[in-house]
Each structure stands twice: as C-alpha cells, then as structure tokens.
C-alpha cells in the first residue's frame, strides 16, 4: 500500500509532500484512519545511555521538527522518537525550494535551514501529546544569532526542554546554518561541551531526574578530527554521540537529476561515509560512551552492518520515506 501512497507523494514537490504527510498523521492519530500505519512491532529491548529502549530502531531529528505527530509515530513502532531540530526563537528557515529528491540513489538533498515554530511551541506539542515513551530533542541556535553568543542559544533550549526529554541531542553538524560545524573543532567544541555539562548537572539536580546529552556530527571529519572528538566527548562526560549528519559530498549522485543543488545529502549514498564515522568512534571510545547510527539504513541488512559496526541504537529517516512505516518493522524482525 505505501508504494502507491509514495508514488502519489513523488508527483508532488518534495516539500508540500511533507507537510500534507505530517498535517495528516497530525490529524488523525486518533482516529480509524490510523489503522493504515499502525503496527505491531516485536521486542528487543536495549539499555543505552541508562534508559530502556523497547527496541532499537529509532526516528531521526528533522522529520519532526515541532514535535506535532509525535503520536502517530509512536504508533509505527519505534523504538524511540526524536523531534527538532528546535530553536529559542520561531524562524522560517531558508529560501524554497529547499528539499529535493534524488530517487535513482533513494536520497534526498535539504538546505530547509532549522526551520521551526520555536522550543516554546514544540514544548507545547510535546506536553499535549499522548506518547510515553523515549523522546529526544534535538535543540540547536538561530541562524541570526553571532558565533560568540551561540553557546546561549543552546543553554536556553536545554532549560525548556529538559523536564520533557528522555535525552537531548545537540546539534552542531547540520550544513544548513553558517557557521554551525564550526562547533564541532578546537575551542568552540570544548567551551560548548563544558556549558553543557555545567547546565546538565544545574538542571538534574533542580528537576531530580538525569537527562543524558547526545552531540550530532557531520560525516564530513577527518580521522584526526573525529578522534579529536572523542577525546572531548570523554574529557566531559558526554553521554553519547550521534554519527551522522547529512554530507555535503556529491560523488555518488554526480550528474544525476538535482545533484547540484546546495544543501546536506541524504539516504542509501551516504551509508558507507556515516558507518565509517560509527567505526571510528566506536575504536576510539569503546562501551564508554555509546554511538547512536544514523545515515542511509534502508533495510534490515544495513541496520545490522551499522550495529555491527558499532551502534548501539540506530536511526531512520531517508530510508522511512522510501520504504515507509514497514521498514521498522522489518528491520527489529530481522535483528
């Protein structure tokens, strides 16, 4: 059935077929009409980062961004569900068009720009929501916000979103904001983790409950540069480590239709590059800090190589768009 709802969806531009999805799962997650995506998924229960998965398949930030069907995507099965990115302030993103789709490669290129209504919004979706079960939020800052008063940006969305979170995930990877990846290197990294830390253990004590810290980062680091973040992430506790981001590389969608259009690539071309990434991090930080995998799993074999790899939980998005709601299904079987 998905197969002819997504070739009803590709007919249409790629944008407006993401915001018809989600204003319908928005709509009628309480309704018969769930029935067409709801599923029964089987157990595998996994414990990371001290919290309890049902399973380890979860969905990405950026699919979600306002945390507005967060019910409907409870009820596909996953195992954990991430909302955001979300900034202090509402902002309108950048220019459209600004999604694209690659379908001879399964991907999909987005320069959307963290478009959001604002954490305050979000933490409203968040609180109206039925859904008990694992949620991260992904906070980042405002694009007009300078470099130097950044580090705020992301002190003020942990403070609102923290009672809410079952983790937080900082994104300072996506390619879409000037300036952004700049966060993952030398001085600014460690200034930002530092805060973050000092907020976390402000906030556990006031709330009495421990929200662990996840950092995303690009595909695009070096050896050196991703061993330079794993030493970071364990000089300040970091809980764990989401790898990765959509790529600015182009090399395996050359020539093809939309190739050239600027923004983070996304989908089964970027598997290779995210798993790497995974090992890397997986070698250099051991049990101590684990690895959540994210970037061009499309299917059970490749959920398995991105565990094996090492992955402690996984995350889909490019691949649900084309395959649809089974694939979570599909791949918890098949583990």
């Not at 490669?105 to 954490?119: E, P």
């Not at 305050?120 to 079960?133: H, S, T």
């Not at 580090?151 to 300036?179: E, F, Q, W």
């Not at 950092?215 to 970091?238: F, N, R, T, Y």
Request: proline share 6%.
């Amino acid at each position: 059935m998905y197969s002819w709802v997504r070739a009803w969806l590709f007919r249409q531009d790629a944008e407006k077929s993401h915001d018809f999805t989600m204003g319908l799962l928005r709509r009628y997650a309480h309704t018969p009409l769930s029935l067409t995506w709801r599923q029964q998924v089987e157990p595998h229960p996994v414990r990371v980062m001290g919290i309890d998965f049902p399973n380890p398949v979860g969905l990405a930030a950026g699919l979600d961004k306002n945390g507005e069907a967060i019910d409907a995507f409870s009820q596909m099965g996953f195992g954990f569900i991430e909302v955001g990115t979300v900034t202090p302030k509402p902002q309108p993103g950048n220019p459209k068009p600004r999604m694209f789709r690659i379908p001879e490669r399964t991907a999909l290129i987005n320069r959307m720009g963290f478009n959001n209504k604002g954490v305050d919004y979000l933490v409203e979706q968040i609180k109206a929501a039925r859904y008990r079960g694992i949620l991260g939020i992904n906070i980042g800052k405002n694009k007009d916000t300078p470099e130097d008063q950044a580090v705020n940006d992301y002190l003020h969305c942990m403070r609102k979103v923290y009672p809410y979170a079952s983790y937080i995930a900082v994104n300072i990877s996506s390619p879409n904001t000037p300036g952004l990846r700049a966060f993952q290197h030398g001085n600014a990294f460690d200034d930002l983790l530092a805060a973050l830390k000092e907020l976390q253990y402000e906030l556990h004590g006031k709330h009495g409950r421990y929200v662990p810290l996840a950092v995303k980062i690009a595909p695009d680091l070096s050896d050196e540069g991703i061993a330079d973040i794993a030493q970071a992430l364990l000089k300040h506790q970091i809980d764990g480590v989401i790898a990765t981001n959509t790529t600015l590389s182009r090399e395996q969608v050359a020539g093809l239709p939309n190739s050239d259009e600027a923004g983070g690539l996304s989908g089964s071309v970027l598997f290779d590059a995210s798993t790497r990434v995974v090992q890397l991090l997986h070698s250099h930080l051991g049990d101590k800090i684990p690895v959540i995998g994210v970037g061009g799993i499309d299917s059970p074999e490749r959920a398995k190589a991105k565990l094996a790899a090492g992955a402690q939980l996984i995350q889909i998005y490019t691949g649900f768009i084309y395959e649809g709601p089974t694939l979570v299904q599909r791949i918890v079987k098949n583990l």
